[in-house]
């Protein structure tokens, strides 16, 4: 049994120190957030994760799974250092690497015996070779037998455990081709292919997936403003490029944009490495603007269909980035209420798991308990997460409640025909104007 330490019990910490327990090793979940690990102790999860808490509970009982805030505890004895502390995105988009450097430090103080450093972390390219610099630097002359190998996790909240547990791939970067290897028998259970390549591609294998899958969103949501002009319906649009085998259907779906704590950092962080390394990201830069003028589209739609914003009641529902996720981070909903109260508008807003986390930061809007609270006296109602409590509304009941008769469906989940029958006006994401799309 292989002894881990898992040092960060953020998203990505938490769920593979979890699954890495639940594969059979020995794992020691560290965080520096003494009350964050007391609660773990208790069951008390920090995120909202489908199967997690289960999973947790299970191996906390098996005796493979522990929590600590002690970082020589963790550490002590531990075969491998998987280094998963958050990065997020400077001023200038840059990745701020703090965490990982306190991380290293600790490393390079505390252990005395072999040990593999796994960074778990979305870093910048060459952040493998500086954590291996500033763990020689800082031992001075006395040797540590030690090497690190990159392990980027491609992990989708709402669907984590079934990703760790079933990858597409295992990719791991290492100058050290042995430390790889010993990386690669912790998965080896999971039979799924396994690459190995250099630290530095590694890192870029990550970036550069993320970004690809950014893009595609943002193309569809192009498309989807053209289709809107020429009366094209983007919904089939997108299922007839899905046929083709060289493209696929996944990520092509037309709505409010992409969000949470990857696609917006990771794209930021990739065009600013290529600017300071003298390259023009053209195409990232694109993205990311394409990607920001969704929530605008949405704000002037409504503006122009309800004669302006100001006191006008707007219905939002769903708050967190994506469904079965309690993350706001980056998440559509946030930002269009933000445009929408700065022009006079009152937010009333649900979701069904993200409303503690959203509370901390939606001063102004009225957060309430049910979707149908959210209808109540709306001049218009906005899907904004596809949750699928909201696909079977009673939307008899919804018409009642309204003042108005507008919805405008931001992640196209509604029947356009079935809606207008009960009187509403319906207005989707480039589902054009030939009587199948958004009513005008």
């Not at 991380?103 to 072999?114: G, M, N, R, W």
């Not at 708050?319 to 981070?329: A, E, G, Q, V, Y």
């Not at 939307?395 to 025909?417: H, P, T």
Request: some cysteine; aromatic content about 6%; proline content about 3%.
């Amino acid at each position: 049994m292989s002894k881990l330490c898992v040092i960060g019990t953020g998203y990505v910490g938490l769920v593979t120190g979890t699954c890495f327990a639940d594969l059979g090793s020995e794992v020691h979940c560290m965080d520096i957030d003494a009350s964050r690990i007391e609660r773990l102790k208790q069951g008390i999860m920090p995120i909202y994760e489908p199967g997690l808490e289960q999973l947790v509970a299970q191996n906390v009982k098996s005796g493979r799974l522990h929590f600590t805030s002690d970082i020589n505890e963790a550490l002590e004895g531990a075969d491998f250092a998987f280094i998963a502390v958050g990065t997020p995105s400077g001023e200038e988009g840059e990745a701020d690497l703090q965490y990982v450097r306190v991380a290293a430090e600790a490393i390079a103080d505390l252990v005395d015996h072999p040990i593999v450093v796994v960074n778990k972390s979305t870093v910048p390219v060459g952040t493998g070779d500086w954590v291996a610099d500033i763990i020689r630097r800082r031992r001075g002359g006395k040797p540590l037998d030690f090497a690190v190998v990159s392990n980027p996790e491609f992990l989708r909240e709402g669907s984590a455990i079934n990703d760790f547990m079933d990858p597409d791939r295992v990719i791991l970067g290492s100058l050290d081709r042995t430390a790889a290897t010993k990386v690669a028998q912790l998965y080896l259970s999971l039979r799924c292919p396994i690459m190995i390549t250099d630290l530095r591609t590694a890192e870029m294998i990550k970036y550069a997936s993320n970004a690809f899958l950014a893009t595609r969103i943002s193309f569809i949501n192009e498309i989807a403003t053209i289709c809107e002009e020429l009366g094209a319906d983007v919904g089939q649009v997108a299922e007839g490029m899905g046929l083709d085998k060289r493209i696929g259907r996944s990520f092509l779906d037309a709505g409010l944009g992409w969000g949470g704590s990857c696609f917006p950092k990771d794209v930021k962080a990739l065009a600013h490495m290529a600017v300071i390394h003298g390259s023009n990201p053209q195409l990232l830069q694109a993205v990311m603007d394409i990607n920001r003028n969704q929530r605008r589209r949405v704000l002037l739609r409504l503006r122009k269909a309800l004669g302006g914003l100001d006191e006008k009641v707007i219905g939002i529902l769903g708050l967190s980035f994506k469904p079965n996720t309690d993350d706001i981070r980056e998440a559509p909903a946030l930002e269009l209420i933000r445009l929408l109260e700065n022009e006079g508008a009152v937010i009333q807003a649900y979701d069904p798991q993200a409303m503690d986390n959203a509370s901390k930061v939606l001063t102004k809007t009225h957060l309430v308990k049910t979707p149908y609270e959210v209808a109540a006296g709306a001049d218009a109602l906005v899907l904004a997460t596809e949750w699928n409590e909201f696909k079977q509304l009673d939307f008899e009941r919804v018409a009642q409640l309204m003042r108005g008769k507008l919805i405008l469906d931001g992640r196209n989940q509604w029947d356009a025909d079935r809606l207008r029958a009960l009187g509403f006006t319906y207005y989707g994401i480039g589902r054009g104007n030939n009587g199948n799309g958004n009513g005008n």
